[in-house]
């Protein structure tokens, strides 16, 4: 059957799917950072700022939530990733800078087909909705990027308390939508385990758009070939010819 035969909802991951990066996380770092007095260089940024934000998400999962405040978490992330490299107290200073650019088009734009994609979908009247792992600031970065009109809902793993592989984002972001029936749903993502297993097993259909930034991790439950995309625009003109069945 066509994909798009029976879909009253898609739903999008945000980074690394719908949205992309403007420049690598860890060449921003280090940029600020230098004003500050780092002088290292941006690979040791990038290996930093990696380890870093696995262990505060593996400590603090899901940006700190019930634990400590999602700034705070990134002030966590920041001090880690320059510790002993910049003057004491300076991390503050730099978490903010961070904090209010990541809200901004100025890091952010939209992946290519995003556009289409989601005039595709509404022009077909159907409902879209972003499902991510990510902090309060989703909404103002697709503020700024001018796309936040779109979305039906954002939903966010740091506002509604649960961070996708678990089932119950999918589930509260089917009651924002009022569906009662996962089949009528589709998830579009990066992350073979949290964008594809997990929405299948949540009885929703499924769609993986490779990125280069994150390179798939194939599993033994890895998706048929026919339901892995380049990127958005060759999936957009897929739905748009209706050549793409399940």
């Not at 649960?162 to 509260?172: G, L, M, Q, V, W």
Request: hydrophobic share 40%; with cysteine; glycine share 6%.
């Amino acid at each position: 059957m066509n994909i798009i035969s029976g879909i009253k909802l898609v739903t999008f991951d945000a980074t690394n799917t719908l949205l992309k990066f403007r420049m690598p996380p860890w060449h921003y770092y280090a940029l600020v950072a230098k004003d500050y007095g780092y002088t290292g260089t941006e690979t040791e940024v990038k290996e930093r700022l990696i380890d870093s934000y696995r262990f505060m998400w593996e400590k603090y999962p899901n940006f700190g939530k019930n634990l400590i405040p999602w700034d705070k978490w990134w002030q966590k992330v920041v001090a880690r990733t320059f510790e002993g490299q910049i003057p004491q107290g300076k991390d503050a200073e730099i978490t903010k800078i961070l904090i209010e650019q990541y809200k901004t088009s100025k890091l952010w734009c939209v992946a290519e087909g995003g556009r289409q994609l989601l005039n595709i979908l509404e022009k077909r009247c159907i409902n879209t909705g972003i499902v991510s792992n990510f902090d309060p600031r989703l909404h103002d970065i697709l503020r700024s990027l001018g796309i936040i009109k779109h979305f039906k809902f954002i939903v966010t793993s740091y506002e509604v308390g649960c961070s996708k592989p678990d089932k119950k984002i999918f589930t509260h972001a089917m009651k924002r939508c009022g569906l009662v029936k996962p089949s009528e749903c589709l998830h579009i993502g990066d992350d073979v385990k949290k964008d594809y297993e997990a929405v299948i097993r949540a009885g929703w259909r499924a769609l993986v758009v490779q990125s280069s930034d994150t390179p798939m991790a194939m599993t033994e439950k890895s998706p048929a070939c026919e339901h892995i995309f380049p990127n958005l625009l060759t999936l957009a003109k897929s739905i748009e010819k209706s050549d793409l069945k399940f």
